[in-house]
């Protein structure tokens, strides 16, 4: 299977705890995306990489959020001082070619709970 | 501003009843129109998209949506539902202007045997 991958699949820490997720795209798409899913929401968009380029971020990424890309390949999000407002399903997705109307294929998320 | 509504919280069919999942979308671009299905503890599978030329699209899963300019609806459609069709489905936007989607809140399907 060559789709989207997070890892990990689940997340249990501490409040005030640093975390880091992975998400490798599907190999051929320039483009990665973030997004945060809460329960009983649809996915908010959080930031975006063209290549190894971030090129638009949400307010709600916070300065404790911060996203990488590098080389344009796999991609981290990690969360500094976690809180319990942080819990949620994480998702990544990914596409290829240019403009908007290019489908996004998502990963199965990583799930984080915050004790 | 943007946005996408899903006016059903909730949805409850019979199985091999027919559906139509309703979204209405707010946005000032010419829009990319999206639907999504999500089971639970999983990611988001593509169901079918439109950007231009006919209005009623096919997807997979025998699913089909019509876009409807003058009512900024893009509901979603099948004609027979199967148990395996229960699931939470999503509506998003996009454009040309920003890569993003913007997502409604979802409508949950539950299949009465």
């Known amino acids: 299977d060559t789709g989207v991958s997070q890892n990990p699949r689940h997340k249990i820490t501490k409040r005030g705890q640093n975390v880091t997720f992975r998400c490798d795209p599907i190999?051929?798409?320039?483009?990665l995306y973030w997004y945060r899913q809460t329960l009983g929401q649809g996915p908010e968009f959080l930031t975006y990489?063209?290549?190894?380029?971030?090129?638009?971020k949400s307010r709600l990424l916070s300065d404790r959020f911060s996203a990488e890309r590098p080389k344009g390949s796999f991609s981290t999000l990690e969360i500094q001082r976690t809180e319990q407002g942080d819990s949620a399903m994480y998702l990544c997705?990914?596409?290829?070619?240019?403009?908007?109307?290019?489908?996004?294929?998502f990963g199965d998320g990583t799930r984080l709970s915050i004790l | 501003a943007q946005s996408v509504t899903q006016p059903d919280i909730h949805i409850t069919v019979s199985e091999g009843a027919s559906l139509e999942l309703r979204c209405n979308y707010s946005y000032g671009a010419t829009p990319y129109l999206f639907w999504y299905v999500q089971s639970p503890g999983q990611g988001l599978q593509l169901l079918l998209k439109y950007f231009s030329g006919d209005t009623l699209v096919q997807g997979i899963k025998g699913f089909e949506a019509e876009f409807k300019r003058s009512q900024s609806s893009f509901n979603l459609r099948k004609p027979s539902v199967h148990w395996s069709d229960a699931a939470e489905y999503f509506c998003a936007v996009g454009s040309d202007s920003s890569y993003k989607l913007i997502f409604g809140s979802g409508t949950r399907l539950l299949v009465r045997p």
């Open positions: 190999s051929e798409h320039n483009r």
């Open positions: 997705a990914s596409s290829s070619g240019q403009g908007g109307n290019q489908p996004q294929h």
């Open positions: 990489f063209q290549n190894e380029a971030q090129l638009e």
